[in-house]
């Protein structure tokens, strides 16, 4: 091409353009001497196009095209010929540009070649946009988080009707927030990604601006898409409605909470999902829930109070499953049921235990959520929810006394486990050894489907497992503890004070799972009910023997072993499920909307979905959250914590003798009736006091040491960070020079 139009390029100031186009023609023009013109026809242009463009001798050609038809460019070939065209014209012109006197300058030169690399570049890239490829793309990001996961695409592809997503975004409202507009172009990409991936025709993306007294607002009425007003003439609304055949679901999105944005963009592929199964969903799988624990909410604990706020993890269950409530007092479980859910059932009694196991037997899947000191249950307690059960409370601790011993399986109800590693930091930098923030390391299974995909976690005041074997079952750790873990004081531990000492120091489970064929907890049947006789009373009591030979065998009342496989988890917590462990509520437009905040109700429903055998949506899940907390810093404190933690015990505990002794003294004094002390007795109180006085200061100045020691760390990293990327970067320099100068001295 770049040949064909020099040979062309005539001394006479006439330029004959050819192209490989077969309506390309020759149109000759004689050009005047200041300045030569230039006639050109596109192929697929009608000739009413074409004009004259006058141009400078030297200077660059400008090809001008008016009201060029957008019939014209709608084909590919069509606009990769257009495309083609301008940059061999601008490439074409550097002969000219050239030969200039003005233009022989090497910095003129470098800048023509600049330009038209970006001019190429510009151009190559509005044609690749133009085809297929242009949604096309490499994501180099850890976790891959800007490519729909499998289990998202598992659910495109299995759309069998089609379905319709109305996004409405206000994006020509100028009071949006600079973060809300990020946030609407990112959806906007994700949406591309699901019409690209989804079967052709089966999903249809409508993009809807919901303007003020327009079709598309009274669209989003009629979808229940929250409006924000801002004044008196202007709303803005942001939010998805979905929909499939008759079935409808929205996601609803507040457009100035700008600090919950990040959490519910890293959400919103699950959301999506998730709301795609939901309208294309032909029957619902059924769960049963059973819990000592109002999950629905409940009247007010006191007069004047708002009414007890049902757990958002219930009310999502609802959404995806349908959910059979069972008591705990009840004498049957459902068979449609094949997944029963436990959340804290305290108090429960051997009569239920044996629903339970007896529904295992059958080949059910349980969930059990346990937990050594539950917040839910406290507040339940009439006065000050952190005495634990009163007034009627619920207990604060749940386990299951009879099943976990026959699958050989403790569970520390009465302690609270303590995690020196693990801790999560509270206001005032108070360190809370019994709440847990998880990371990614706690989950040892990195191939599990439950918790591959999962960044973080959040138990509060969790109980402990302890798996002992031998009981025939497979078992998997999905989550645990580190191995400066330990137990103390559930009460203690509630009021997460930083002076909380645990011993038995290891490693814990804190989510487990069995499978295989159980055998009963129960080789005596149903408690409360008589034992049937045994051969020998059976033998006395036989007088038809015969009609009992011909009888058929009578079928057990109850299972002593499994008839197949059976799954159950165990967590160790139930705070960690509820709206203040796993949710941050908001007000939206006078309604409120939970978004989590960590990985706990994401790991729920990874594991009610596996035992559903619902999974497209665990994979879904897997920017539920991006924290990505130091966890080489926690390590460091917490190993500079243990080097400190023998000293602090005995501190502690001569503090506690001097004050013991202190008191002692004080109270002898008051019941004397000689007021005055002793010259012995006030030197032993001076003493004494003394003690405690040094004991404090010492205790101070270990904590002062553990800070130094954190900002020694905290230095460290900051110098690291500013120091070796800039050194790598000069001693690069420096070799090159070097290489350089020694390179000029050979030659």
Same mark, same amino acid.
Request: charged share 25%; with cysteine; net charge neutral.
């Given at each position: 091409?770049?040949?064909?139009?020099?040979?062309?390029?005539?001394?006479?100031?006439?330029?004959?353009?050819?192209?490989?186009?077969?309506?390309?023609?020759?149109?000759?023009?004689?050009?005047?001497?200041?300045?030569?013109?230039?006639?050109?026809?596109?192929?697929?242009?009608?000739?009413?196009?074409?004009?004259?463009?006058?141009?400078?001798?030297?200077?660059?050609?400008?090809?001008?095209?008016?009201?060029?038809?957008?019939?014209?460019?709608?084909?590919?070939?069509?606009?990769?010929?257009?495309?083609?065209?301008?940059?061999?014209?601008?490439?074409?012109?550097?002969?000219?540009?050239?030969?200039?006197?003005?233009?022989?300058?090497?910095?003129?030169?470098?800048?023509?070649?600049?330009?038209?690399?970006?001019? !190429?570049?510009?151009?190559?890239?509005?044609?690749?946009?133009?085809?297929?490829?242009?949604?096309?793309?490499?994501?180099?990001?850890?976790?891959?988080?800007?490519?729909?996961?499998?289990?998202?695409?598992?659910?495109?592809?299995?759309?069998?009707?089609?379905?319709?997503?109305?996004?409405?975004?206000?994006?020509?409202?100028?009071?949006?927030?600079?973060?809300?507009?990020?946030?609407?172009?990112?959806?906007?990409?994700?949406?591309?990604?699901?019409?690209?991936?989804?079967?052709?025709?089966? /999903?249809?993306?409508?993009?809807?601006?919901?303007?003020?007294?327009?079709?598309?607002?009274?669209?989003?009425?009629?979808?229940?898409?929250?409006?924000? *007003?801002?004044?008196?003439?202007?709303?803005?609304?942001?939010?998805?409605?979905?929909?499939?055949?008759?079935?409808?679901?929205?996601?609803?999105?507040?457009?100035?909470?700008?600090?919950?944005?990040?959490?519910?963009?890293?959400?919103?592929?699950?959301?999506?999902?998730?709301?795609?199964?939901?309208? !294309?969903?032909?029957?619902?799988?059924?769960?049963?829930?059973?819990?000592?624990?109002?999950?629905?909410?409940?009247?007010?604990?006191?007069?004047?109070?708002?009414?007890?706020?049902?757990?958002?993890?219930?009310?999502?269950?609802?959404?995806?499953?349908?959910?059979?409530?069972?008591?705990?007092?009840?004498?049957?479980?459902?068979?449609?049921?094949?997944?029963?859910?436990?959340?804290?059932?305290?108090?429960?009694?051997?009569?239920?235990?044996?629903?339970?196991?007896?529904?295992?037997?059958?080949?059910?899947?349980?969930?059990?959520?346990?937990?050594?000191?539950?917040?839910?249950?406290?507040?339940?307690?009439?006065?000050?929810?952190?005495?634990?059960?009163?007034?009627?409370? !619920?207990?604060?601790?749940?386990?299951?006394?009879?099943?976990?011993?026959?699958?050989?399986?403790?569970?520390?109800?009465?302690?609270?486990?303590?995690?020196?590693?693990?801790?999560?930091?509270?206001?005032?930098?108070?360190?809370?050894?019994?709440? /847990?923030?998880?990371?990614?390391?706690?989950?040892?299974?990195?191939?599990?489907?439950?918790?591959?995909?999962?960044?973080?976690?959040?138990?509060?005041?969790?109980?402990?497992?302890?798996?002992?074997?031998?009981?025939?079952?497979?078992?998997?750790?999905?989550?645990?503890?580190?191995?400066?873990?330990?137990?103390?004081?559930?009460?203690?531990?509630?009021?997460?004070?930083?002076?909380?000492?645990?011993?038995?120091?290891?490693?814990?489970?804190?989510?487990?799972?069995?499978?295989?064929?159980?055998?009963?907890?129960?080789?005596?049947?149903?408690?409360?009910?008589?034992?049937?006789?045994?051969?020998?009373?059976?033998? #006395?009591?036989?007088?038809?023997?015969?009609?009992?030979?011909?009888?058929?065998?009578?079928?057990?009342?109850? /299972?002593?072993?499994?008839?197949?496989?059976?799954?159950?988890?165990?967590?160790?917590?139930?705070?960690?499920?509820?709206?203040?462990?796993?949710?941050?509520?908001?007000?939206?437009?006078?309604?409120?909307?939970?978004?989590?905040?960590?990985?706990?109700?994401?790991?729920?429903?990874?594991?009610?979905?596996?035992?559903?055998?619902?999974?497209?949506?665990?994979?879904?899940?897997?920017?539920?959250? !991006?924290?990505?907390?130091?966890?080489?810093?926690?390590?460091?404190?917490?190993?500079?914590? *243990?080097?400190?933690?023998?000293?602090?015990?005995?501190?502690?505990?001569?503090?506690?003798?001097?004050?013991?002794?202190?008191?002692?003294?004080?109270?002898?004094?008051?019941?004397?009736?000689?007021?005055?002390?002793?010259?012995?007795?006030?030197?032993?109180? #001076?003493?004494?006091?003394?003690?405690?006085?040094?004991?404090?200061?010492?205790?101070?100045?270990?904590?002062?040491?553990?800070?130094?020691?954190?900002?020694?760390?905290?230095?460290?990293?900051?110098?690291?960070?500013?120091?070796?990327?800039?050194?790598?970067?000069?001693?690069?320099?420096?070799?090159?020079?070097?290489?350089?100068?020694?390179?000029?001295?050979?030659?």
């Amino acid at each position: 091409m770049l040949d064909c139009l020099c040979r062309h390029l005539r001394h006479d100031g006439t330029m004959r353009l050819r192209s490989f186009h077969p309506r390309t023609r020759e149109i000759p023009h004689r050009l005047p001497r200041r300045g030569p013109h230039l006639a050109w026809r596109l192929g697929s242009l009608p000739l009413s196009n074409t004009r004259l463009i006058p141009i400078p001798r030297h200077g660059l050609v400008q090809l001008h095209h008016h009201h060029l038809p957008a019939r014209h460019l709608r084909h590919p070939l069509s606009q990769a010929s257009l495309i083609v065209l301008v940059t061999s014209f601008f490439l074409f012109n550097q002969p000219i540009l050239m030969h200039h006197p003005k233009t022989t300058h090497p910095v003129v030169r470098a800048a023509f070649g600049i330009a038209a690399l970006v001019l !190429i570049a510009f151009l190559a890239n509005w044609l690749i946009s133009l085809t297929s490829f242009g949604t096309k793309g490499a994501d180099f990001t850890e976790d891959r988080v800007h490519t729909l996961s499998k289990g998202s695409k598992t659910i495109l592809e299995k759309l069998d009707a089609p379905v319709t997503i109305r996004y409405y975004a206000s994006r020509k409202n100028e009071a949006l927030p600079r973060e809300t507009k990020l946030f609407i172009r990112r959806i906007d990409d994700i949406l591309k990604e699901y019409a690209n991936l989804a079967p052709e025709g089966k /999903l249809r993306v409508e993009n809807l601006d919901p303007q003020p007294d327009t079709d598309a607002e009274d669209s989003a009425n009629l979808d229940g898409i929250q409006t924000q *007003n801002i004044n008196q003439y202007e709303n803005v609304s942001l939010g998805l409605a979905i929909s499939c055949l008759e079935q409808n679901s929205r996601i609803n999105i507040d457009p100035f909470d700008v600090q919950s944005l990040d959490e519910q963009e890293t959400m919103f592929e699950y959301t999506l999902s998730r709301a795609i199964g939901e309208v !294309i969903a032909v029957e619902k799988p059924i769960i049963g829930v059973m819990s000592a624990l109002p999950l629905k909410g409940g009247p007010a604990q006191m007069p004047g109070q708002p009414p007890q706020q049902g757990w958002v993890i219930y009310q999502q269950l609802g959404q995806v499953f349908k959910v059979k409530d069972i008591e705990l007092t009840a004498t049957e479980i459902p068979s449609d049921i094949k997944v029963l859910l436990l959340i804290h059932p305290a108090g429960i009694a051997p009569e239920t235990e044996f629903l339970i196991d007896q529904f295992l037997l059958k080949g059910g899947t349980l969930i059990a959520a346990l937990d050594a000191y539950s917040f839910d249950a406290a507040a339940t307690a009439q006065g000050n929810p952190m005495m634990g059960m009163g007034g009627g409370g !619920i207990p604060t601790s749940s386990t299951l006394p009879t099943l976990l011993p026959a699958w050989n399986i403790s569970f520390e109800s009465s302690q609270t486990l303590a995690d020196a590693k693990y801790r999560t930091i509270l206001q005032g930098n108070r360190p809370g050894y019994s709440a /847990l923030s998880l990371p990614k390391e706690a989950m040892p299974d990195k191939d599990d489907v439950i918790t591959k995909n999962l960044n973080d976690l959040f138990f509060i005041l969790p109980g402990a497992i302890t798996n002992q074997g031998n009981n025939g079952l497979a078992s998997s750790t999905l989550v645990k503890s580190s191995v400066q873990a330990g137990l103390t004081d559930s009460m203690a531990a509630s009021q997460f004070s930083p002076n909380v000492t645990f011993e038995n120091r290891r490693a814990y489970d804190l989510v487990l799972r069995l499978s295989g064929k159980f055998k009963t907890a129960f080789p005596n049947g149903k408690p409360g009910e008589t034992p049937p006789d045994d051969e020998a009373n059976a033998e #006395k009591k036989d007088d038809k023997a015969d009609e009992k030979k011909e009888a058929a065998p009578a079928k057990p009342a109850w /299972l002593k072993e499994g008839i197949s496989d059976s799954n159950v988890f165990i967590i160790a917590d139930t705070d960690a499920f509820s709206n203040q462990g796993a949710y941050r509520i908001q007000n939206m437009g006078g309604m409120q909307a939970a978004m989590p905040y960590n990985g706990n109700s994401v790991l729920l429903l990874n594991i009610i979905d596996q035992a559903a055998s619902s999974a497209d949506l665990i994979g879904a899940r897997s920017r539920a959250s !991006i924290r990505r907390p130091f966890t080489l810093i926690r390590e460091m404190e917490a190993n500079a914590e *243990n080097a400190m933690q023998d000293k602090q015990k005995e501190l502690q505990s001569k503090l506690k003798a001097a004050q013991d002794r202190l008191t002692e003294l004080t109270q002898s004094r008051d019941s004397s009736k000689d007021l005055r002390l002793s010259t012995a007795q006030e030197d032993e109180e #001076k003493q004494f006091r003394a003690e405690v006085t040094d004991a404090n200061k010492q205790i101070r100045e270990l904590y002062k040491d553990l800070k130094r020691e954190k900002d020694k760390l905290s230095a460290r990293i900051i110098g690291l960070n500013l120091g070796v990327v800039p050194g790598l970067v000069l001693l690069a320099g420096i070799g090159i020079a070097l290489f350089r100068r020694l390179s000029a001295r050979a030659r």
